[in-house]
């Protein structure tokens, strides 16, 4: 079994920045990629960056492109979020998955743990 856990989301004013971890734990595992997604109310949970294992393979929604930087440690277990110039339009809470395997993906059924969220809230 695999635990996610995020953390690090709070309220920031537009322009500011912030870093969100999310640290996997409950057993000894390689070979994964992370991504992280995000659902703002009233909205579906949308696709928001991932990377691979070997952290050389990364990729980002159009929206966030430019702004937002993924990133992992695999000797802890964690990947991280960078977030710059955020906008309230980035309000969501942010989910990090774990996809099983050498290869990556946006599509979010294809993710086999999830966390519990973590809310960022961007105010104008």
């Known amino acids: 079994q695999v635990q996610l856990v995020e953390s690090g989301g709070k309220l920031v004013q537009a322009g500011g920045s912030l870093r969100i971890s999310c640290a996997a734990s409950?057993?000894?595992?390689?070979?994964?990629?992370m991504g992280w997604f995000r659902q703002a109310p009233g909205k579906e949970r949308e696709f928001v960056a991932v990377?691979?294992?070997?952290?050389?393979?990364?990729y980002y929604t159009d929206s966030v492109r430019g702004r937002f930087t993924i990133s992992r440690d695999n000797g802890k277990n964690t990947v991280y979020l960078q977030m710059n110039s955020l906008k309230p339009g980035d309000t969501a809470i942010y989910y990090c998955g774990l996809h099983w395997g050498s290869g990556w993906t946006l599509d979010s059924d294809e993710y086999d743990y999830w966390g519990q969220g973590t809310q960022v809230t961007v105010s104008s």
């Open positions: 990377i691979a294992w070997s952290g050389r393979i990364t």
């Open positions: 409950g057993r000894t595992f390689t070979n994964y990629a």
